[in-house]
């Protein structure tokens, strides 16, 4: 779902034995509860709280159901778990609205009133968040033998994060969250729709696709659930252009992810076209909306909906979600598919079918002759749940901050809250959620190298492909007017980013 930033010194509580607390509180004073626990504290931040407890409190948005209190079961049960653990810490937790999170934490940050835990995608500064490189090399204390008995560091999977690894930086080249989980996104089937009309799933490729679409339909159901919102054509695009464009990798991987001449590689060692090496293929022409394999990307991208999408998709507005595209359709059994989010899963629990997940099905030859052989792709990443301590915890509630992170990227403990809420596993030796496997799974968990460019803030990503979907707009109509945007969206990159020096962002 979202991103981050830190740096200060490693400080650490002298007095062994200090006793903490940490419990999940939902509601939106959060003012006040920082105040009383502020107000518990010594002038350094050290002491404990009133009975001989550290109190802590974990402040984030709810991602998981429409509650302004709780985050869910899962969330209390893990946070008893941990009570249970370390009897001398309670943990409480500040529900946010997801539409003013954000803000709220930056303003926290900022002020230094921000509690123990905080979500980490909020804009803020380095300094303002406690570095934990050092504790990330020191032995995490629920974990006596393997990965992370050693160096808690080690029980994390590398592709996605680590002290070495680039996504884990913030721009001190320091670590400063923990992921409790990883997002994957992919497409949810109904397993007994798939039954009934004789699909074997995981569909496999794009042809298959267009034939288990018929089969769906003639058996009463709409195969792919969709709605009004940017994710189901964002992402259907995004996949499909993906692996025609693999062919342009080479050719425009012109710029290091520091900005540098160069070729960009993932964390993964894989090549990829940053931004800046993007906005100039725009606006030299090497790439445009009348490239082979971007005309080729939206013929198969209009194909499919023909195929796949009620004709009436565009008007879908009742129960947009973040989670689940066409949430009312896919959970009433209505659809036999719909795209989604591991966080779906919560949104998903009383539906009356069993359901599973796959990846998108790869494009080729027998699709188009400018199929490349790569796979389809989208990438899972630490966006999903992750929490950082601010700057301003010390002593005691500082310690017990850490040790909430560390408990929590426990594989026996984070397991059951993973099954529970559709997490994807961040770390070793926790399988997650058997319905989201496949959202992080083999090459579907890679990052796209290169995908088709976007217009500039402001433009939606339903609008960038609606009227080509809906037949308003022919191919020659639907090449201008993306024409058009991407080299918005290409200059307002050049501004945003001080490129205006490079040869080719000079204007005319």
């Not at 920082?34 to 002038?43: G, H, K």
């Not at 926290?108 to 090399?137: C, I, R, S, W």
């Not at 050693?150 to 996504?167: H, L, Q, T």
């Amino acid at each position: 779902m979202f991103r981050i930033s830190a740096a200060r010194p490693d400080r650490r509580s002298s007095r062994p034995g200090a006793s903490v607390a940490v419990r999940v509180i939902g509601g939106l004073a959060v003012l006040a509860q920082i105040a009383v626990a502020s107000a518990c504290a010594t002038q350094d931040g050290e002491s404990s709280d009133a009975g001989g407890k550290v109190t802590i409190t974990l402040e984030g948005p709810n991602q998981w159901n429409d509650s302004g209190s709780s985050f869910g079961k899962p969330w209390e049960d893990l946070v008893a778990a941990f009570e249970k653990a370390e009897p001398n810490i309670e943990v409480k937790t500040v529900v946010l609205p997801l539409n003013s999170f954000s803000q709220t934490i930056s303003t926290h940050l900022a002020a230094g009133t921000a509690p123990e835990l905080v979500f980490n995608q909020a804009p803020h500064q380095p300094y303002m968040v406690t570095p934990l490189d050092e504790y990330l090399k020191k032995p995490n204390p629920y974990i006596t033998e393997g990965p992370g008995s050693k160096r808690w560091v080690d029980v994390f999977r590398e592709r996605y994060y680590g002290i070495g690894n680039p996504a884990s930086r913030n721009a001190d080249g320091k670590v400063e969250f923990v992921p409790f989980n990883l997002v994957g996104t992919g497409l949810f089937y109904n397993k007994d729709a798939f039954a009934e009309a004789g699909v074997e799933a995981p569909v496999k490729t794009f042809e298959d696709l267009i034939d288990a679409c018929g089969k769906l339909e003639a058996a009463g159901y709409t195969p792919l659930a969709m709605d009004r919102s940017d994710l189901g054509p964002g992402w259907t695009m995004a996949t499909i252009s993906g692996m025609l464009l693999d062919s342009k990798v080479d050719e425009l991987n012109v710029y290091t992810v520091e900005g540098k001449p160069g070729k960009a590689v993932s964390s993964t060692g894989k090549p990829v076209v940053t931004a800046k090496s993007v906005a100039r293929a725009v606006l030299t022409g090497a790439l445009n909306t009348k490239t082979p394999e971007v005309v080729e990307a939206h013929k198969l991208l209009k194909r499919m909906w023909d195929a796949c999408v009620d004709e009436n998709w565009s008007g879908n507005t009742e129960g947009l979600n973040g989670a689940v595209v066409g949430l009312r359709d896919f959970a009433s059994g209505r659809a036999a598919m719909a795209w989604g989010v591991n966080f779906g899963v919560s949104a998903l629990q009383d539906v009356s079918f069993s359901f599973s997940s796959m990846p998108f099905p790869q494009i080729t030859k027998e699709s188009t002759p400018l199929a490349t052989g790569a796979p389809a792709r989208f990438g899972a990443s630490v966006g999903g749940t992750s929490y950082m301590i601010p700057s301003t915890v010390r002593g005691e509630k500082l310690e017990a901050a850490v040790k909430f992170l560390q408990f929590v990227s426990t594989p026996k403990h984070i397991q059951p809250w993973l099954q529970a809420t559709g997490g994807i596993s961040a770390v070793k030796g926790a399988s997650g959620a058997a319905e989201t496997k496949a959202f992080a799974e083999g090459t579907w968990g890679e990052s796209i190298p290169l995908a088709m460019p976007g217009g500039p803030p402001g433009v939606t990503g339903l609008s960038l492909y609606e009227g080509w979907l809906l037949g308003t707009k022919s191919l020659p109509e639907q090449q201008r007017y993306l024409q058009d945007l991407w080299i918005k969206g290409a200059r307002q990159a050049v501004k945003d980013n001080k490129w205006d020096n490079e040869p080719w962002a000079k204007q005319d």
